[in-house]
């Protein structure tokens, strides 16, 4: 008897120790896409996103840096695809399925990053977004938004696509 | 000291030899000389004889010539003729004497003419006389007539004369000599070679009987029964050194032979008092066979009677056999039986597993229906993420097309939550499959293992079934065999009277045997005090 008692009495203390949701400003709201890869959660703005599907095929491109993984076709499109745990100088954690392929794509640049696993949208506050910690090294900050409350990394979707380092133009030398 | 005795004893009487040849041809030698030497001597008195005649008829033949010229009477003259006709052949004679001397030749060649010449005158001065009386004669003789003459033959012959005695001094004095050379040949040499053959002698004697007399007193020593002694080597490869080598070999072999028998003697001592003493234990144990056989006889007589019983026994349990062979036919009936029931089993127990096998193939395929659900259930997800994309593309008209993407994408994640429950069910069963195969394996295995021991257990009847034929038969042959028994207990109480008697044999020969052995004790005692007289 004490016991359920004592469990109850501290549900209720768990209850209420939670903050109200106030009503917001639904025009801060955000949509975003949750992706897992290697053992993080990740988000990137659905506004930039052409669509997901899986990885099928791909063809691997001589004489790219290392973190374009090769070239998919998508729809009889040719797109190069991006590892950002290379890109970004990640430790590699763990066996993921990278399996899953998320276009980017905004009026100059297009092009798919690896994902593990695809988990869904989601619709976020912009003021939920908290700025980058400290902790976070390793990428560089400014591909990065911010953190979530739950530990997802917000990724810039336009620093991706405007960044020089990605366009390769290198010719091979005879 | 190579050389043999034989060798030495020949030499010496070789230089005894050589040197008895040596006076022998000395003497010879010097005697022929002294012989031929005389020889000449006499020759030159025979020469000088002979000048002296000549001279001497010469002068007959002037005093006959003389007496008659002084008388007239004409025997006055025989003197003359006979001094005349006897001078040539004395003349003659002496040529041959002197002829192997050439001065003494050359004066009788000159000496001939002159007294040619003188009897020439003294017969002119004859016949002046004869005729003319003596006057005329004497004035002949006076003139000289033949004078000179007869001085120089008288001086020719004066000369051989003397020359003839120098010769014989000379000869004489070569005669003188030789005489001497024997003499002192004979003086000197007889002593010298006595000397030197005595010496050899006394060596030859010396190195011989030295030595034996060592081995002498060495075989005196043996005979007195010493053979400690051994005769010191000398080194010497001779006759003696020989003798010595083979003594001190025979004084060895000797001393061996003599403890080898000492040996033998008390080998012989001591296996013949242990020998007495086997015999004196065979005596004793000739008594107790004695005893024993009496005890034996009895036994016999025991075991003639427990075989009779045995035989009694024996009917028995030839009974007993045979109702066991009855009951172990019943026992493998029912063991046959069970082991049909057991094969039934066998086969309900492989249709079991077969069974099972078919589920568990079964499940598998199920496995693979949930692998397809499950992707179906991911593209639908990324289908739904994919249409939310398009709807906030689409802005405010596709608000009610994101809510049907997010159910969509409920329903994608609902049927993956599904298939996962799916797997693991299937999983549980999977692993249930599993068991009951291994149960049925179990299952099989023992009822092999029950097929196993009743095919034992029937094996075991049967030969309980054959053992107890086995042992009616057996049964019946006991029977036999102590019938045999019986029969055979009576011919060992024969068997056993017989030994009795060979014992009392025995035992009178034993007596015998140990009087002979002492005899043999007594001998061999002898034999050793023989023996001991020899010193080692």
Request: glycine content about 6%.
């Amino acid at each position: 008897m004490k016991k359920e008692i004592h469990s109850l009495l501290k549900m209720r203390a768990v209850a209420m120790a939670f903050e109200p949701e106030q009503k917001r400003d639904t025009s801060t709201i955000t949509e975003i896409i949750e992706f897992a890869l290697a053992a993080e959660s990740y988000g990137i703005e659905s506004a930039f996103v052409r669509e997901v599907c899986t990885l099928k095929d791909f063809t691997p491109l001589p004489g790219v840096p290392s973190f374009i993984l090769g070239i998919v076709n998508v729809h009889g499109q040719i797109l190069p695809v991006l590892n950002l745990n290379i890109f970004f100088n990640l430790p590699d954690r763990g066996l993921g399925e990278l399996n899953k392929v998320i276009i980017l794509c905004d009026d100059q640049m297009e092009f798919g990053i690896l994902a593990d696993e695809v988990n869904g949208t989601k619709a976020i506050y912009r003021e939920e977004i908290l700025p980058v910690p400290l902790t976070i090294t390793g990428i560089g900050e400014k591909y990065l938004k911010g953190v979530t409350k739950d530990h997802m990394i917000i990724l810039s979707a336009e620093s991706l696509l405007s960044d020089k380092n990605i366009v390769v133009n290198e010719e091979v030398n005879q | 000291m190579k050389l043999t005795i034989g060798t030495k004893i020949y030499a010496g009487y070789f230089l005894a030899i050589v040197i008895i040849i040596f006076f022998g041809v000395t003497a010879y030698l010097n005697t022929g000389k002294l012989l031929s030497d005389s020889k000449w001597v006499t020759h030159s008195n025979e020469v000088k004889n002979n000048i002296t005649s000549v001279l001497s008829a010469m002068q007959d033949a002037e005093t006959g010539q003389r007496g008659y010229i002084i008388t007239g009477n004409e025997s006055y003259l025989a003197p003359y003729f006979q001094g005349r006709d006897s001078i040539y052949p004395k003349l003659k004679e002496l040529k041959g004497l002197i002829i192997d001397n050439e001065n003494q030749t050359h004066r009788a060649d000159l000496v001939k003419p002159l007294i040619e010449k003188k009897l020439a005158k003294m017969e002119e001065i004859i016949q002046i006389r004869r005729s003319k009386g003596f006057a005329s004669a004497e004035a002949g003789i006076v003139a000289g007539m033949g004078k000179q003459t007869m001085d120089s033959i008288r001086a020719i012959l004066a000369e051989m004369t003397n020359d003839e005695n120098r010769l014989l001094i000379e000869r004489r004095s070569i005669m003188e000599v030789t005489y001497q050379k024997t003499n002192s040949a004979v003086l000197w040499g007889i002593p010298i070679s006595v000397i030197i053959l005595a010496l050899i002698g006394f060596s030859i004697t010396r190195n011989v009987a030295k030595p034996l007399r060592q081995v002498t007193r060495t075989a005196e020593s043996i005979a007195n029964g010493d053979l400690s002694g051994n005769i010191a080597s000398s080194g010497r490869n001779d006759e003696i050194g020989a003798l010595m080598q083979s003594f001190n070999k025979m004084i060895i072999m000797l001393r061996e032979q003599n403890q080898e028998i000492l040996k033998g003697v008390n080998i012989i001592a001591s296996t013949s008092s242990q020998i007495l003493t086997s015999t004196a234990q065979i005596a004793t144990g000739s008594a107790e066979t004695a005893a024993a056989i009496s005890q034996t006889t009895t036994t016999v007589e025991e075991v003639r009677q427990a075989s009779q019983l045995s035989s009694q026994k024996a009917k028995n349990l030839s009974d007993s056999a045979n109702m066991v062979a009855r009951v172990s036919l019943d026992g493998q009936n029912a063991v046959d039986e069970t082991v049909a029931g057991i094969n039934n089993i066998s086969k309900q127990m492989d249709e079991i597993a077969q069974t099972v096998i078919l589920l568990s193939e079964q499940s598998q395929s199920i496995g693979g229906i949930i692998a397809s659900v499950t992707n179906l259930a991911d593209q639908s997800n990324l289908l739904a993420v994919n249409a939310a994309i398009e709807a906030a593309k689409a802005g405010e008209q596709g608000k009610g097309f994101a809510v049907v993407a997010q159910e969509i994408r409920n329903l994608a994640e609902q049927s993956k939550q599904a298939t996962m429950q799916v797997r693991k069910i299937l999983n549980d069963v999977q692993k249930a499959t599993n068991a009951a195969v291994l149960a049925t394996e179990q299952g099989n295995r023992a009822v092999e293992a029950g097929v196993k021991k009743s095919a034992q257990a029937g094996e075991a009847i049967r030969t309980l079934t054959e053992s107890s034929r086995e042992a009616v038969q057996i049964a019946t042959q006991i029977v036999a065999s102590s019938q045999q028994q019986l029969i055979g207990m009576d011919q060992i109480g024969m068997a056993m009277q017989n030994i009795n008697q060979a014992g009392m044999e025995t035992s009178i020969s034993m007596t015998q045997a140990e009087e002979a052995l002492t005899n043999l004790h007594e001998l061999g005692q002898k034999l050793k005090e023989l023996v001991e007289q020899f010193k080692m």
